[in-house]
């Protein structure tokens, strides 16, 4: 399977009826592109960013149970036959079928969900250039820098960049001072995947990808490979209007005992970068799609030595780090597409600003 495909969605009864009754015919059990936080339907995400399925599902009676785990099959035979049932997802092997999105016939060689997608190294003269000129060249082509908008969407992306000797390109995002990132196509700003370790140098971004797909800001007169974008046998505007900037306002900006927090984010301990409260506790819960992992950047820790801890639990409950007292930053991996965070403080020890830290899904 593809980075860029999914395992198939059912988003009503007639899909059911096409995908699952050839194969439960010949007696398999699959996997279903959702995944489940908790019990409640309207928290089971669907693999190709579709939203949750708490519109349409099929899960048996009781399910899903996310103790059971998180992942989702359909059953083959019996009286649960074609119903969904919740299953951990790494201890069993079942069928499967994948999907990709659909799309209009177009004569460019990278067609991909209602997109072209133009490589610097494949449709231009000169394959590096600095930003404006970048632009300029995406222009002639009818097109911009690439914006994107999924998790699929950037895998897809860098199934493009086999060639070894490019490892980042320039996307179509600015940003200004503070960071706030925009794209320039005039395009909605509602997936980010900037790295924690992105650092303050320039107004452009490029991605990294050969590695984690994050983006970096750079210095927008350096000349770089680029990636242009196009919808499908649609002529572009030549003169794109001016970029709308969108800033979505957190409603828990520290994520203290949230139910669970989802793909992207940042969390610190409460009232942060000012001093935590005395005692305090925090569970934070973290999670991402069944096929992706999660990456932790701590910027630093900062408690009283012994007496405030920030602990980290991989997916499977395993203790990653304990730290306390000055702590500098760090990063942690799961193995799984769960993490869980926990803050706690004794009754001692006032004026410690405690932590924060980004993660995102890999």
């Avoid at 995944?35 to 669907?46: A, G, K, R």
């Avoid at 099959?73 to 969904?84: E, I, M, P, R």
């Avoid at 770089?224 to 709308?244: D, E, H, I, W």
């Avoid at 001093?275 to 925090?282: E, G, L, M």
Wanted: charged share 10%; glycine share 8%.
């Amino acid at each position: 399977m593809h980075s860029f495909q999914f395992l198939f969605t059912f988003l009503s009864f007639l899909v059911v009826f096409a995908v699952s009754d050839p194969i439960c015919n010949n007696g398999f059990t699959f996997w279903i592109g959702v995944y489940c936080l908790t019990n409640d339907p309207s928290t089971c995400y669907f693999d190709d960013d579709l939203g949750t399925a708490s519109a349409y599902n099929n899960f048996a009676k009781g399910f899903p149970v996310v103790d059971l785990g998180g992942c989702v099959y359909s059953a083959a035979a019996g009286t649960l036959a074609g119903q969904w049932i919740s299953a951990e997802c790494e201890d069993v092997e079942m069928a499967y079928v994948c999907e990709i999105p659909t799309t209009k016939t177009d004569p460019c060689a990278h067609n991909y969900n209602g997109y072209c997608y133009l490589m610097s190294h494949e449709n231009s003269t000169s394959p590096t250039m600095p930003f404006t000129s970048a632009e300029d060249s995406c222009h002639q082509n009818c097109a911009e820098l690439v914006s994107i908008h999924s998790r699929r969407e950037l895998t897809y992306i860098q199934s493009l960049y086999s060639t070894p000797n490019i490892s980042t390109v320039l996307i179509g995002a600015l940003t200004t001072s503070p960071l706030t990132p925009y794209w320039v196509d005039q395009s909605r700003w509602d997936y980010g995947h900037v790295s924690p370790r992105s650092g303050s140098t320039g107004s452009c971004f490029q991605m990294a990808v050969k590695t984690d797909g994050t983006w970096y800001q750079a210095d927008c007169k350096t000349s770089q490979y680029f990636l242009c974008k196009r919808p499908t046998g649609v002529t572009c505007n030549s003169t794109p209007a001016p970029p709308v900037i969108v800033t979505p306002a957190p409603t828990n900006p520290t994520g203290c005992n949230s139910t669970s927090l989802f793909d992207s984010g940042r969390i610190t301990s409460p009232n942060y970068p000012s001093a935590y409260p005395i005692p305090s506790y925090c569970n934070y819960r973290l999670s991402t799609l069944g096929a992706y992992r999660i990456g932790l950047y701590f910027t630093g820790v900062s408690t009283y030595t012994n007496y405030g801890y920030v602990y980290v639990y991989d997916s499977n409950g395993a203790r990653l780090a304990a730290l306390t007292g000055s702590v500098g930053a760090n990063t942690y991996y799961s193995t799984a597409n769960t993490m869980t965070v926990t803050f706690t403080s004794g009754t001692y020890g006032s004026g410690y600003s405690g932590f924060a830290a980004n993660f995102l899904s890999f």
